[in-house]
Every structure is written in structure tokens, then in C-alpha cells.
């Protein structure tokens, strides 16, 4: 069975979904579960493009064990040498570049001939192996590619010492027999296609980027570039957990599996949720709430009988467990640090009590405590930032004749503000009073609310979206109050404003 290599790219294409972008902090806390889950490649970001991005790929590079690391490089000079030299210490380490191969870029964007394209390819290729082993080159915009020509430039790039070539469908544009055809003929025409591997990276824009990576893999690629829940530029890129739940369970089709350790999924997408405020759609394949939930009466006379009738794919195999009741305000610390543990958690001490703490004070307003209930709290520190403000105390007077009116307490610095402000909603009076306190001017772009399970005392999660002086963050926040959330959510999003500032 052909073993396909997972070259995740979340932190890099997937980054570049409108309003998705990560610090360091939360790319590495990414990449530490990428690793969990079993990728062969992070492509952590690009090195050259901002000094934020320099840095999370020597972060990632430097602290996270397992995957190689890799940067994108444009094929310019200036690129190659920052990818290297911000991946320099990493143990495991790769460098992606890439140039347009499509007549339409050529003429259009770059205004340079063929055989400037392929000189300048071949020379970036030469100078990124002078510095490291292991090269990726991407032609890109290779679905529009003449085929004789990108032939010609792969031959050309493995000469050059690339060990990868990635066949890009950057617009999105094949679909799956055309793409099939296209990884076929490059194995018969490319003389040297043995000394490296072929890899795909699909673009979703017509819904096809899983169906085509999969035609790939039929007609001999070797590696798929994708994302967790498939985010990416515009309308994203394959999606990590489509693709590999179709190579694991049609495995008698393709002869192919990947490494992933497909427990780890439903963790992974949940975290990306959290970290780039992109929610999951309901009837996403796999990690969608709805992926395994069976509303028709025939259908669940099925599953009563016997599961395969109607599930070809285990929830517990991706890491999805039925909502279990776990523990209560009883619970102590060390049944705590057990079920983190078979929560799949390997938290520090300092993160294990930092979130006992959380439980203690849910554990106090809900009686019961589900899995997700504790995912959540763990999430919640993730990535976590100093904390300029904290909440200390809020109530607020509502209902449906009451003008909404919330008094806040807040830790600020070493002293104590209190201010009451009203508002349109309960939600809108507690904002104004924290911008009151805080003395910020941010703009909200983004507000969500969801229940993390059911029933009326379940724990609500809010995630906002602040802009200020063109800085955007995310903050998130989980009570059993829900204006309390939405309290938390927005002092963590000014929190990471006040610390981007110092920075
Ligand atoms: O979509 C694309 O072509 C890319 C390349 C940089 C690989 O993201
Ligand atoms: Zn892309």
C-alpha cells in the first residue's frame, strides 16, 4: 500500500482566508497539534512576507518536534534567504518556492517570457539546495499551464535539485479527470519524475479541490497539500479531513493511506475554530455538527439494527465521542489531570492548573460537565496573552420594559474602575461600559454565539472580532452567563490589541 504524504499547509494558505491570520502564539499552539495528528510537512508560513511570519516559522521550526518545517519563498533571492534563515536551527526544515508557469501570469502579471520563468526557477531552486536538502518547487497556476512547457520546467526543477514538485490548481479550475490526466502525463513525459515526489495543492473555488487531490492520487502523486476544515484563500483549499477519511475508508480503492492519526481530527478542527474565529459549516463532511447526526426515521431504524447501514465512517475513529457526563463540582485534581489525560491532553502542571481552576468556577453554576465542557476550557488558554484588563465583577439589569443597563468592574493595572453604562441590549450595554473603562475605540466586525452542549445551563462560547487603527484580533470567552462570555470574549480581544500595541 503506497504511503501519501500529509503537507499541511494551514498555517500558511490557510492563513490567507479573509480575516483568518494567526500570531505566533497561535500558530504554534496550531503546529504542536499538527504534529499530534500525524502531518508529514508544516508549511508554517512565509518567511519573507512580514516580520510576524519570520518568526512563527523559526518558532515552529525550532520548537515543534516530529514534522519538517517549511517556509514559502517567491523564486526570488531575497525570499530563499529568509525562508533559510529563519529555518536555519530547525532540525527537520524545507524550503517551498515557487514561480508562475501559465501563460496568463507570464504575460500578465509577471511580464516575463517562458524562458525567463524557467531560468529564474531553476536558479532559485539551485540557490534554496545550496543552502538546504530537502526543496519543494510549485509551478504555479499549473492547471493553465501549457503541458508541453510544464513538463519542461519540472524536468528542469528536479535537475535543479527540487525532491518535491507540487502541481498547483491555484484558481481552482480543473476537475478530476482532466487533473488525473494532467499528473498522468507528467509521469510519462518527465524522464526524471522518479528522482521526486509528485504533490498536489487544490483550490475549492468550484467545490472539486478533495475530488481533484484524489484523482491525483490515482494517477501517482505522492503528496497532498491541504487544510483543516479546508480553510484557505477564497474559497479555501482541499480539506485535510475529507481527504484522508476518503483515502482511510476507501483504502480498497486507492491502495493508499496516509499517517494521520485520525483521532486527533476532531480536535485539530476544533482548535483551527477557535483560533481563526471561522466557523465550521453544519453539513461539512466530517467535522460538521451534523456529519453524523441521522434525522430520518428509516435511517435510525438502520443504525438500531446494525451501524454499517448507514455509517461508513465511525465517529470515535475521528475523535467524536457522544456527549459524556464526566465530572461535577466534586471532582478533584486528580481525576481532573486523569481526564485530561484521556481527553488526549498532555497539558504542563502550570496549564493543569490553570485549568482546574476554570472547571472550579463552571463547576460552581453547571452541575454537570461534559467532554466538550473541558475542551473548551482548555482551549480557552490557549495562545493566551497578558492580561492588561480583567473582569472583576459585571451585572446588568434587563427585560422587556427595562432600558439595558450593565455595571462592570474591571482590573486595570494595579487599580479598580467600575462604570455603568446603558445600551440597545444587555450585550451592547456591558461593550460600551468596557470601552468606557478601557478608554479604547475599537470597531466590532464579528460577534458569534454558540452553546458548547445542550440543555439551559450549558456553557455558551462567544468569539468576537475587534479592529483598531487597521489591527484586527480575535477573543473568545466561555461561561455559563452568556453576557459574562461576551464580556470575557471582548477583554481578551482588547487584551491582544493593548499587547500588539507594546509589542
Ligand atoms: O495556490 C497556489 O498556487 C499556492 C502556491 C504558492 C503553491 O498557494
Ligand atoms: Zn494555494
Not at 487544490?202 to 479541490?209: E, I, P, Q
Not at 498532555?346 to 481552576?357: A, G
Not at 455559563?480 to 509589542?503: E, F, S
Request: aromatic letters at 4%; glycine letters at 8%.
Amino acid at each position: 500500500m503506497r504511503q501519501i504524504k500529509i503537507f499541511d499547509t494551514t498555517l500558511r494558505d490557510g492563513e490567507q482566508s479573509p480575516g483568518a491570520s494567526m500570531n505566533v502564539q497561535e500558530k504554534l499552539a496550531l503546529a504542536r497539534q499538527l504534529a499530534k495528528l500525524g502531518v508529514d510537512v508544516i508549511e508554517a508560513g512565509f518567511a519573507y512576507s512580514s516580520p510576524g511570519d519570520f518568526e512563527a516559522v523559526k518558532t515552529v521550526g525550532n520548537e515543534v518536534e516530529g514534522p519538517i518545517i517549511c517556509s514559502l519563498a517567491r523564486a526570488k533571492e531575497e525570499d530563499i534567504r529568509s525562508a533559510w534563515e529563519a529555518l536555519k536551527d530547525a532540525p527537520r526544515r524545507r524550503i517551498h518556492t515557487f514561480h508562475s508557469t501559465s501563460d496568463i501570469h507570464l504575460k500578465y502579471q509577471f511580464r516575463v517570457s517562458r524562458e525567463e520563468a524557467l531560468k529564474r526557477s531553476v536558479n532559485m531552486v539551485k540557490l534554496a539546495r545550496s543552502l538546504v536538502d530537502d526543496v519543494e518547487f510549485s509551478p504555479m497556476d499549473a492547471t493553465r499551464t501549457d503541458i508541453n512547457y510544464l513538463c519542461e520546467v519540472v524536468e528542469a526543477v528536479i535537475d535543479a535539485g527540487a525532491s518535491t514538485v507540487n502541481i498547483p490548481d491555484t484558481v481552482g479550475y480543473t476537475i478530476p479527470s482532466e487533473f488525473g490526466t494532467m499528473i498522468k502525463a507528467l509521469h510519462e513525459k518527465v524522464k526524471n519524475i522518479d528522482r521526486a515526489v509528485i504533490s498536489v495543492h487544490c483550490h475549492n473555488d468550484l467545490g472539486l479541490a478533495t475530488s481533484n487531490s484524489l484523482a491525483a492520487v490515482l494517477n501517482g502523486a505522492g503528496q497532498i497539500e491541504c487544510t483543516i476544515n479546508g480553510i484557505g484563500e477564497r474559497a479555501g483549499n482541499c480539506s485535510m479531513e475529507e481527504v484522508v477519511m476518503a483515502l482511510r475508508t476507501r483504502r480498497d480503492l486507492f491502495d493508499a493511506d496516509t499517517g494521520i492519526n485520525t483521532e486527533e481530527i476532531m480536535r485539530s478542527s476544533r482548535l483551527v475554530t477557535k483560533i481563526t474565529g471561522m466557523s465550521v459549516q453544519p453539513n461539512k463532511a466530517i467535522v460538521g455538527a451534523n456529519a453524523f447526526a441521522h434525522e430520518s426515521g428509516i435511517h435510525q431504524d438502520g443504525l438500531l439494527k446494525e451501524k454499517s447501514t448507514y455509517e461508513i465512517i465511525r465517529p470515535e475513529s475521528i475523535g467524536l465521542y457522544s456527549a459524556k457526563l464526566v465530572m461535577g463540582k466534586h471532582s478533584g485534581r486528580h481525576a481532573f489531570k486523569t481526564k485530561l489525560k484521556d481527553l488526549g491532553y498532555e497539558l504542563s502542571d502550570e496549564e493543569v492548573n490553570e485549568t482546574f481552576e476554570r472547571f472550579k468556577r463552571v463547576a460552581d453554576q453547571k452541575k454537570d460537565i461534559f467532554d466538550e465542557d473541558i475542551e473548551a476550557l482548555i482551549t480557552a488558554g490557549v495562545a493566551q496573552v497578558p492580561e492588561t484588563y480583567s473582569l472583576v465583577d459585571l451585572s446588568m439589569i434587563c427585560g422587556i420594559n427595562q432600558k439595558p443597563t450593565a455595571a462592570v468592574k474591571l482590573k486595570v493595572g494595579g487599580g479598580i474602575i467600575h462604570r455603568m453604562e446603558q445600551g440597545d441590549g444587555p450585550v451592547d450595554a456591558t461593550y460600551r461600559a468596557i470601552a468606557a473603562i478601557t478608554e479604547t475605540k475599537s470597531n466590532l466586525l464579528k460577534f458569534e454565539i454558540k452553546a458548547i452542549t445542550g440543555g439551559t445551563d450549558a456553557l455558551g462560547e462567544v468569539m468576537v472580532s475587534l479592529e483598531e487603527d487597521d489591527r484586527s484580533v480575535r477573543g473568545h470567552g466561555a461561561d455559563t452567563d452568556i453576557i459574562v462570555a461576551a464580556a470575557k470574549a471582548y477583554i481578551n480581544a482588547l487584551n491582544k490589541l493593548a499587547a500588539r500595541k507594546k509589542h
